[in-house]
């Protein structure tokens, strides 16, 4: 995972919460077919957005507080969140456009 951090549910407030960058959270887990189609693609958009924005993945089996505090319901979701608040959320697997157009309105 080139620039792509483990979020758990202990570093959530400190990596996400309390970043000075906007941040893109991967919801998602190891059995989740559609979770591995969102992956490569998380993986170009932290290469492309190196230094704009900060990139993690959540593995919901092993961190069970943050998904329920958030309402996560299916992965793979995307949540982005930028000054500590929820700003932007993709539930399914996504095409890559779809993310950027997402993203692109909170990144300075």
Known sequence: MANIQEITDANFEQEVLKADLPVVIDFWAEWCGPC???APIVEELSEEYNGKVKFGKLDVDANSNTPAKFGIRSIPTLLIF????????LIGAKPKGQLVKELEPHIN
């Open 82 to 89: 930028k000054g500590g608040e929820e700003v932007g959320r």
């Open 36 to 38: 591995r189609m969102v």
